[in-house]
Structure formats: structure tokens, C-alpha cells
């Protein structure tokens, strides 16, 4: 792949970026007390060990759709990245684990899913990189002793099981300092993981069995908010407008009533939006299992009759997600267009920021040639272009156009930074909470 600059970013194929590159000239204008400002509110709530944030970029807004604190594709990032991750690895282990040698990965329980083995492999040459000893340790049942896997790209991982001795868990005879979950919990929380000794990074609450998409969203609704007055905006430039329904059961269609009250609600305040700024564009929805990854239980809506008329394909497609659990609780959010494209076919595409503590340390682009500009591209079919840049997104460059490469990246970063700073935000709500318990 060619990774120079002139094809690092997809083209922004709308009209409508002016009130985009307004708010990326201020960002610039006010960088460094954007950064400041980024300081003092991770001294407040650090961030969790890793996390990753698709954004949708409609050219008029920039907003995060998404916020993984599993990420799962390390693989995907260019190979001039490798060592600002090394860096924000040795950085997070200093702040929370400072005596670390040795690190267990616990993985997701994929036995034949070699995209995510490139993945693991990846995350332990970064790992074993910044000085950690690492093994894989895996909960897969039937799993009772080293299972290497080899891999396309020539690497191989070993699988082998996790056991547990009194409050520690171990691989073998090797007892890690830390934890590292790469494995989201959409599950449950295994016991072989409850009160350990040991640090567990990021910690069980942030597993999907107890994590909501509409918390997350709380959260950043609070920091777009405090951010855009801080700087001078209207915080709808960068947040998504949304609703909750819980107690949701698609296959007896119970609740649909909420659901249909919800998206008109999201619709108007989206189209008041529109008019006041004069974009000719149709509003939609998003509909998403308010917990759950892989891009399962999501679906697009343009009216409330849609949930009404679900066809018993679509009502089955959102009954459930990963590992077959029923979807309760409906996150209705507002869709954001994306106006990127890539390629000469002109696909459709998103960026994906990954972050390492605190730090932006790259990412890529997801394209989909068989998705709309109002689709959820994380579906099969879907391919990744890594943004090729040699530095973090938090250097731009004023000397250049507000929607240059490095400067559209420093956007992509401040936007994926205040989604980070929403899951920090989780986390230490959620803290006090176990405590109590």
C-alpha cells in the first residue's frame, strides 16, 4: 500500500464543509489551550489503558459514533506507529502498574478468527516492546494446554489456559504482574477473574455485562458541552443527539411504542438543526443494542413508522447480539453522515482513532464498497486503509489548510480525546459504586 501523505486521507466529497473547517481553524488558533485544558482534566480522571473511537465526519460535523475500550486492531495501524505505541504502553504501565514485568493478555474466545489473531499478535510485539514479558492467557473451555497459531502475516501466537491459584491468576508457572483484558465481557464477568490480587486493566466495570452505550454518551454529552463553552461553539458540531428505551423485546415487539416516540424525538431536533444551518441533507437514526460490539443489533431508521413496520428479518437482526444475548435496552442516536470516500470506486469510509493512555497513537480508515453514507460500515464486507502518518494526531500544522492531513488528524484526535475523557468519566463513576457494594 502506498503510504504517502497525498493518499493518506479519503476525500471529503460534500459542499458542506465550512462550518467544519471553522471549528477545525479554531482548533488550531486554540491548541495550546485545547491541550492545557486536556491536562488538567486527566489529572482529574485518567484514562483507561487503551480504547478506540470510530468517527463520522459529514464535512458540516465530527462526532464519535462509537467508543471500544476492547480495541481490536492493532493490526491495522502503520508500521510507523509502532513506536508511539510502545510509548503510551510504557507510559500507562508507569502510572498503573509501575513495578510490572510481566503482563497475561486474556483475549475474546475466538478459536478461528485469524483477524483477530494478527490483532493479538500485534498487541504483544508492542507490549514485549516496551519491556513487558507477555503470554495470552485464554478462557476458552476446552482449551488444556499451548495452542500456537499461525498466521498469515508469518507471526505466530500461543493460546494457552488461564488458571487461577488462590487471589492470582497465571499461565504455567508464569505469574504476570498485571492483567491486560483484550476480551470485552459481552459474556459476563468469568469468576476466574473476580478479586484478584492482581491489577486488571481496564477494569471488569468497563466490560459490556455491565457497560451502556447510553452512559458513555451522558458522560460525552457533559464534555462536548463543557468543552464547546469553554471554546466558543455549538457542542451539536461534535456530539451526537440521543435516546434510551429499555425493557425492549423485539421478538414480541414490546416496546416499540418507545422506541417509535424516541426516533421522532432524535428526528426533530436533528431537522431544527438542519434548518438553522441550512443543510439539505434527510435526518436518520441510528438504532444500536445499548451494549455490545462487533457491529451486531445496529440498524438505520429515517421515520418512526419504520419501527413500527419491522419485517420479522429486521426485528430477529436486533433481537440479539454477541453470543446470542437478547437485546433489552435501545440506544437511539442521531446519524452522522460520512462524506469521506476512498479510492476510485469512491467507498465509503470512517476514521477509527486508537489511543494508549492518554495518548493518540494513530489509527485507520474502515471502508465499506457496499455500504451508504448512512450505514454502519463495521459489518462484513468492510476493509481497513491505516492513516499514514509519522507523528500523533496532537501536532498540527497552522502553516496549512484547516482540513490538511495533519491538521483534519488533529481534529480526528481532539474529537477521539473527549470521548476518552467521557470513558474515563465512566470508569470513575463507576468505581464508587463497586466500592459501595
Not at 414490546?254 to 424516541?262: K, V
Not at 428479518?313 to 462524506?339: C, N, P, S
Request: glycine share 8%.
Amino acid at each position: 500500500m502506498d503510504n504517502s501523505l497525498p493518499s493518506a486521507v479519503p476525500k471529503l466529497a460534500t459542499a458542506l464543509t465550512g462550518p467544519l473547517q471553522e471549528i477545525e481553524t479554531y482548533l488550531l488558533k486554540q491548541q495550546a489551550d485545547i491541550e492545557q485544558w486536556f491536562r488538567a482534566r486527566w489529572v482529574e480522571t485518567p484514562a483507561p489503558f487503551y480504547c478506540s473511537v470510530d468517527l463520522r465526519n459529514s464535512g458540516f460535523k465530527l462526532a464519535p459514533v462509537d467508543t471500544n475500550l476492547f480495541p481490536a486492531g492493532f493490526n491495522n495501524l502503520g508500521p510507523s506507529l509502532r513506536p508511539l505505541c510502545v510509548q503510551a504502553v510504557q507510559t500507562a504501565v508507569e502510572r498503573t502498574c509501575p513495578k510490572a514485568a510481566g503482563v497475561v493478555v486474556v483475549p475474546e474466545n475466538h478459536t478461528r478468527n485469524l483477524f483477530y489473531f494478527e490483532h493479538l499478535a500485534a498487541l504483544v510485539e508492542i507490549l514485549t516492546l516496551a519491556g513487558l514479558k507477555v503470554r495470552i492467557g485464554s478462557l476458552l473451555p476446552d482449551l488444556t494446554g499451548p495452542r500456537p497459531v499461525d498466521l498469515p502475516s508469518g507471526r505466530r501466537i500461543v493460546l494457552e489456559p488461564l488458571v487461577r491459584a488462590g487471589s492470582k491468576v497465571r499461565v504455567g508457572d508464569f505469574e504476570p504482574c498485571m492483567v491486560l483484558l483484550n476480551n470485552d465481557l459481552s459474556g459476563g464477568c468469568p469468576p476466574i477473574l473476580e478479586g484478584l490480587d492482581q491489577p486488571i486493566l481496564p477494569p471488569l466495570d468497563l466490560g459490556w455485562h455491565r457497560r451502556l452505550k447510553s452512559r458513555h454518551f451522558s458522560h460525552y454529552h457533559e464534555v462536548a458541552g463543557e468543552f464547546a463553552k469553554l471554546f466558543g461553539f455549538d457542542p451539536w458540531l461534535i456530539e451526537p443527539v440521543f435516546r434510551k428505551c429499555d425493557k425492549i423485546d423485539f421478538m414480541k415487539r414490546e416496546g416499540e411504542e418507545c422506541l417509535a416516540a424516541n426516533v421522532d424525538d432524535v428526528l426533530e431536533q436533528v431537522r431544527r438543526k438542519y434548518r438553522e444551518r441550512g443543510i439539505g441533507l434527510e435526518p436518520f437514526v441510528m438504532l444500536k443494542a445499548d451494549a455490545g460490539t462487533y457491529g451486531m443489533g445496529i440498524m438505520t431508521v429515517k421515520s418512526a413508522d419504520e419501527v413500527l413496520d419491522l419485517n420479522r428479518k429486521q426485528r430477529t437482526k436486533m433481537a440479539h447480539v454477541k453470543e446470542g444475548h437478547a437485546v433489552t435496552d435501545v440506544l437511539v442516536q442521531e446519524g452522522i453522515y460520512t462524506f469521506e470516500s476512498w479510492g476510485d470506486d469512491q467507498a465509503v469510509a470512517e476514521p477509527v482513532v486508537y489511543m494508549i493512555d492518554h495518548f493518540v497513537v494513530g489509527g485507520f480508515y474502515r471502508v465499506h464498497k457496499e455500504r451508504g453514507r448512512d450505514e454502519n460500515l463495521n459489518a462484513p464486507g468492510m476493509q481497513f486503509e491505516p492513516l499514514a502518518f509519522t507523528s500523533p494526531c496532537c501536532y498540527p500544522d497552522p502553516s496549512q489548510a484547516p482540513d490538511a492531513v495533519p491538521n483534519r488528524f488533529y481534529a480526528y484526535g481532539v474529537i477521539a480525546r473527549l470521548a476518552l475523557l467521557a470513558a474515563a468519566r465512566e470508569w470513575k463513576q463507576a468505581a464508587p459504586a463497586r466500592s459501595a457494594a
